[in-house]
């Protein structure tokens, strides 16, 4: 985690996390196994934050010229981030996953996706794209419970 960033429902900083005044380690580690043990999270990680930045396009008096940031609790993204880095070395994620590979990102997607189309056009040959953002399409609850993942 970043120095500086904004703080969740809590009001806790990041700073507070890697302070040297006291160790937030050996306490983050009871409350996690604790966590694990019960298979139950904290009910506020369930809680979140919404800010609305402006895009700084268009009038910031349209609400679509917002982007909303959910702000969530640094204690929570901690924990998530150790069963994160345990999987993401035994699991290698696909090239082709651009919005979760380290560096690559939607400019890259694109990029890939014109070449392709340059490439089809350039042989006169049709191209069919279908672009499917899951996380957007359904909301967690019910996506989980249709998703049968073998």
Known sequence: MKRGKATGPDDLAADLWKSKLW??????????????????????????????????????????NYLPIRLLLHSMKIFERIPDRRIREIVKVSNNQCGFAAGCGTVDAIHTALLLLEKHREKQRPVHIAFLDLEKACDRDRCSQNIDIR
């Open 23 to 64: 160790y937030p380690a050996e306490w983050l580690a009871k409350f996690f196994n604790q966590v694990i043990k019960d298979k139950k999270v904290s009910e506020c990680w369930h809680n979140s934050t919404t800010t609305p930045i402006w895009k700084k396009k268009g009038s910031p008096a349209d609400r679509s």
